[in-house]
């Protein structure tokens, strides 16, 4: 409504462009009257109209008050909403953190990546999980990374040679010729 009272003034001219910001300003204080005027009903001589005025206060107190109950509820109800969204953002930040950890563990103990690493890559997979799980798959293993004696991996039966995962171009290589060069690293 100010702006349309402000485009008018200018439209006719009465607003310079100096004094707009000061013409805002003084528009945006009047501020409309947001109580009607009472009307006391000892002052009317028509009993039907005192009667009326009386009845009409009495339904405006009801309705002020039964206002006044629906603002409360609608606070209240705002209020929970906003702990339930905040409850559910903060579970679903607590089960990324815990899903990031595990892929990180997990890559820590394939070694694929280092340890110093570890936080940088879980603060990443806490943002894009699918994303990190993409890269970390197609990380190689770190050279001359040994797992843990516990970490699980592939047995070899008693009695086979092991021979170490080899990936890229001589993943396909006969395993004779791959355990063959594992004894000649073993002996370097």
């Known amino acids: 409504m100010q702006e349309k009272i402000l485009a008018i003034l200018k439209s006719l001219g009465l607003v310079p462009a100096d004094k707009e910001d000061a013409v805002k300003t003084a528009l945006a204080e009047i501020k409309p009257e947001t109580t009607a005027p009472v009307i006391d009903p000892s002052k009317l001589n028509d009993p039907q109209m005192k009667q009326f005025i ?6 405006l107190s009801v ?4 206002n006044k109950t629906l603002q409360q509820l609608l606070a209240a109800e ?4 906003e702990g339930a969204i905040n409850a559910a ?3 679903d930040a607590e089960q ?3 899903n990031a950890e595990k892929l990180i563990g997990d890559a820590l103990k394939a070694g694929k990546i280092a340890e110093a690493d ?8 806490i943002a894009d999980h699918d994303g990190t799980k993409g890269d970390i798959e197609r990380f190689a293993t770190i050279p001359g990374f040994k797992p843990a004696p516990d970490a699980g991996g592939d047995k070899n039966k008693p009695g086979e040679q092991q021979v170490s995962k080899i990936r890229g171009p001589l993943a396909s290589a006969d395993a004779t010729i791959l355990g063959a ?6 002996t370097q």
């Open 96 to 98: 990324k953190k815990t």
């Open 118 to 125: 570890k936080q940088k890559y879980i603060d990443k997979a």
């Open 54 to 59: 009386t009845d009409l206060a009495a339904q």
């Open 181 to 186: 060069m594992a004894k000649m690293e073993a």
């Open 63 to 66: 309705v002020t008050e039964s």
């Open 78 to 81: 705002k209020t929970a909403r």
């Open 89 to 91: 953002k903060s579970a």
